[in-house]
């Protein structure tokens, strides 16, 4: 396969190859992977699931000339957390965009390839991106609550969606996407009080509740955690091995450890392939290829 180097992202600096390889260091991705053969094969392991909800078949995606995601093929199943993991800008937070149609409003993305909700077709004409947005609902790195008070940030999607039929029902919503998320103990007295004013992994819990909130079938989450102190990321990791009793969801995450704990299975992404993909125990005790155990020992980073 040729790589076109300009469409490679940008090195990491501090990694040498030069290194003395008793100081060992992770090699920069693009420099490793003209080390290593075999990105042009289909991905190894398991892309198919039982019963799968969301399909993505032979997806690729491209920003301008740059071909950030190549032929990637997964099935997402209910019930199950899938994270997705990889070195930096291998194209995880792009395909996770792709799952609910968020890279729409990125200027020159272009997505080719078949995405499927529940059999439904996600990208055809009649598709309503916001409608689609409340099926496969997105929690973002940096929790970003509205600046609207605690309960009109959770009522915001049931009342753009016409989810409440009076008061009652949309606070019954409310309390129990509040309960769901983990946070309504810390916050039933001050619902009034502007969303902002909650801690860093309340925000986050708060920005879960707005996400359930509209019933979602999936709830994407990119880095979740990233901005987060150690107890926050367990109470956020807690919850997502709750939910996942109802929802699908797909995670990108940079920490192994963390993808370990939390998920059913591991795709792993290179230079926007979808390398590996398959049962999270399977994959970090026994990975079949070899860019992924080189991944996931820490020797490229
Ligand atoms: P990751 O989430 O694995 O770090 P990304 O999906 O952010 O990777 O990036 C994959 C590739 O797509 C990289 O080459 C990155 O530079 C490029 N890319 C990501 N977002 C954009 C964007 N909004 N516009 C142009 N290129 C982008």
Redesign the pocket.
């Known amino acids: 396969m040729v790589v076109n180097k300009q469409?490679?992202?940008e090195p990491n600096m501090a990694a040498k190859t030069d290194t003395p390889v008793n100081e060992r260091q992770t090699l920069p991705v693009p420099e490793y992977h003209e080390q290593v053969v075999g990105l042009d094969h289909e991905t190894v392991g398991n892309v198919r699931c039982d019963n799968p909800f969301m399909i993505a078949e032979g997806v690729n995606?491209y920003?301008?000339d740059?071909h950030?995601?190549r032929n990637v093929t997964l099935e997402i199943g209910k019930r199950q957390v899938v994270a997705l993991i990889?070195?930096?800008?291998?194209?995880?937070?792009?395909?996770?965009?792709c799952l609910n149609r968020m890279n729409d409003s990125?200027e020159?993305?272009r997505v080719t390839g078949n995405i499927t909700l529940d059999g439904l077709d996600i990208y055809s004409k009649a598709q309503d991106p916001v409608a689609l947005r409340a099926r496969v609902g997105m929690v973002f790195q940096k929790p970003n609550p509205f600046p609207k008070s605690i309960y009109d940030n959770v009522a915001y999607g049931p009342r753009i969606h016409g989810l409440a039929g009076d008061r009652a029902e949309l606070d019954n919503i409310v309390h129990t996407s509040l309960e769901r998320a983990g946070l309504l103990k810390e916050v039933k007295d001050r619902l009034d009080d502007p969303g902002t004013s909650l801690s860093g992994g309340q925000q986050q819990r708060l920005c879960i509740a707005r996400t359930i909130a509209v019933n979602p079938e999936v709830i994407l989450m990119?880095e979740p955690c990233s901005a987060l102190d150690p107890i926050a990321t367990a109470r956020i990791e807690d919850l997502m091995d709750e939910l996942c009793e109802d929802y699908a969801i797909v995670i990108?995450t940079h920490s192994m450890q963390q993808a370990a704990r939390v998920s059913r299975r591991v795709a792993y992404?290179h230079l926007?392939h979808l390398v590996e993909v398959d049962d999270t125990d399977r994959v970090f005790t026994n990975p079949q290829h070899k860019l992924t155990e080189d991944y996931i020992s820490g020797r490229i980073g």
């Open positions: 469409n490679l992202s995606v920003y301008g740059n950030a995601i990889g070195p930096s800008g291998c194209g995880k937070s792009t395909f996770l965009r990125i020159n993305a990119d990108v992404f926007g």
